[in-house]
């Protein structure tokens, strides 16, 4: 799969350089993958724009939504998330929430409880 078909789009996606996000959207600019970022102030981190709504996204298609905002502010986003038909989930570390998993996949949508850091260090994203 080349990295347009693997648009990744960072949820909860930071500026901060210690923030776990911030280390994702690096990695996987590294690895070619294209991104789009959402968080929780605009920014601008390796040339990506970090968006703070979704209506603020480009129509690229979404492949993968990697997490790393909390259970409590997921709900939020519960319409958003499902709506994207993403192919997967990515519950980083922190992230869990067995409701959103379950309205995910009875949506046909793959999830994951793993670390995108992980998976890119070790070629398994």
Same mark, same amino acid.
Request: charged fraction near 20%.
């Given at each position: 799969?080349?990295? @347009?078909?693997?648009?990744? #789009? ?18 996987? @600019? ?16 390796? +040339? ?11 129509? +690229?298609?979404?492949?993968? &939504? ?8 997921? @709900?939020?986003?519960?319409?958003? &998330?499902?709506?994207? @038909?993403?192919?997967? &989930? ?12 379950? #309205? ?7 999830? #994951?409880?793993?670390?995108? #850091? ?8």
């Amino acid at each position: 799969m080349d990295s @347009k078909q693997r648009h990744t #789009l960072i949820l909860g996606a930071s500026p901060n350089p210690e923030r776990y996000s911030f280390i994702a959207l690096q990695m996987l @600019k590294q690895a070619g993958i294209s991104i789009s970022a959402i968080g929780a102030r605009p920014a601008i981190v390796e +040339d990506i724009q970090i968006h703070t709504g979704w209506d603020q996204l480009s129509d +690229d298609r979404i492949d993968t &939504i990697t997490l790393y905002i909390g259970a409590d502010r997921q @709900k939020d986003q519960y319409h958003n &998330i499902l709506s994207a @038909k993403p192919r997967r &989930i990515i519950f980083n570390p922190g992230t869990e929430n067995a409701e959103l998993e379950q #309205l995910a996949q009875s949506a046909g949508i793959e999830t #994951l409880q793993s670390c995108t #850091l992980v998976m890119l260090r070790t070629n398994l994203y």
